[in-house]
């Protein structure tokens, strides 16, 4: 088979499923991704035939997505702040909203040139700790998360992009403390309610950790909680806390921290206008 007769049949086989655009979007990630070739070479390429051993991977990969597993589990990769991260199974697949929150956190303090100590809470993948770490590279990173495999994805991901970044497995539910204190702490943690299931599309609730993902109906919060109960016993003096959030608990979040007594609040859109983000000091 060459090339154009799989882009039509890779077409065929998924138009019915998704939106042509993603289709495509879907066919020159696989063909990167398995072949080495970008956009235009598949242009010049397309003639060419596609070796047996390549046609049965890339159908394989036809037939994940008709099940509509996500493709960047199937390629095993995807892209966050322009750095590679591999993902699985096993670990949340990184979002453009927090794409968002590291900005917000390099713009606080790419201005000073001290070795500030950082908390990634519940790092999954490693996307939040690594990339601080790779732009700002005096920074010292710790991350934590409950789940060993993902602290297994979240090391590779840390050698394969050459960030020095310490992670530690650690429940931040319990009652337990890190011996060390931190500059700032950030953290995306689970916050999707229960009740918020019917709003998700398949292939996030049926492929993604839910672990990850959700928390109790009635006790929404509960991390956001913990995690500035932490902060008040781990933050230095004017240290910082940086939250992603349920867009729809923005005022609640933002009480929960007033209640324990951190000030000048900030609750932050992301592109999409919604509630997503909240920066506090103590
Ligand atoms: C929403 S994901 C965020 C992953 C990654 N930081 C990101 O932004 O893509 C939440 C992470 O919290 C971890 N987690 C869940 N419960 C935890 C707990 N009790 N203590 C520490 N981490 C926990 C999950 O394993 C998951 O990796």
């Known amino acids: 088979m060459t090339l154009k007769d799989f882009r039509a049949f890779f077409n065929n086989q998924l138009i019915n499923l998704y939106p042509k655009k993603e289709v495509?979007?879907?066919?020159?990630?696989?063909?990167?991704a398995l072949l080495q070739l970008k956009l235009m070479d598949f242009f010049t390429n397309e003639n060419e035939i596609i070796k047996e051993k390549d046609l049965q991977?890339?159908?394989?990969?036809?037939s994940r997505?008709?099940?509509?597993?996500?493709?960047?589990?199937?390629?095993?990769?995807?892209?966050?702040?322009?750095?590679?991260?591999?993902?699985?199974?096993?670990?949340?697949?990184?979002?453009?909203?927090t794409e968002e929150l590291v900005s917000w956190v390099l713009e606080?303090?790419?201005?000073?040139?001290?070795?500030?100590?950082?908390?990634?809470?519940?790092?999954g993948s490693g996307c939040i700790a690594i990339t601080l770490k790779k732009e700002l590279s005096y920074l010292e990173v710790n991350a934590i998360d409950?789940?060993?495999?993902?602290?297994?994805?979240?090391k590779n991901n840390a050698n394969f992009n050459q960030?020095?970044?310490?992670?530690?497995?650690?429940?931040?539910?319990?009652?337990?403390?890190?011996?060390?204190?931190?500059?700032?702490?950030?953290s995306n943690p689970p916050y999707v309610r229960e009740l918020e299931k019917k709003e998700m599309k398949a292939n996030v609730l049926n492929n993604e950790p839910h672990?990850?993902?959700?928390?109790?109906?009635?006790?929404?919060?509960?991390?956001?909680?913990?995690?500035?109960?932490?902060?008040?016993?781990?933050?230095?003096?004017?240290?910082?806390?940086?939250?992603?959030?349920?867009?729809?608990?923005?005022?609640?979040?933002?009480?929960?921290?007033?209640e324990k007594g951190y000030k000048n609040s900030i609750l932050k859109k992301d592109l999409f206008g919604n509630d997503r983000m909240i920066k506090a000091n103590l």
């Open 211 to 258: 672990l990850a993902l959700f928390v109790e109906d009635d006790n929404p919060l509960v991390f956001y909680e913990r995690i500035a109960d932490f902060g008040i016993k781990h933050l230095n003096k004017n240290g910082l806390l940086f939250f992603e959030i349920n867009q729809y608990l923005g005022q609640e979040t933002k009480q929960i921290l007033m």
């Open 57 to 62: 991977t890339l159908k394989t990969i036809v």
């Open 146 to 154: 409950i789940s060993e495999k993902a602290l297994e994805t979240a």
């Open 163 to 186: 960030a020095d970044v310490k992670f530690i497995q650690h429940d931040i539910l319990s009652d337990k403390r890190l011996d060390c204190t931190f500059d700032i702490i950030v």
């Open 65 to 97: 997505l008709q099940k509509e597993e996500p493709i960047q589990y199937i390629l095993g990769a995807t892209e966050f702040y322009g750095y590679q991260f591999n993902v699985n199974s096993n670990v949340l697949i990184p979002r453009p909203e």
């Open 108 to 123: 606080e303090v790419k201005n000073t040139e001290e070795e500030l100590k950082v908390l990634d809470i519940g790092t």
């Open 24 to 32: 495509d979007a879907f066919f020159f990630r696989t063909i990167e």
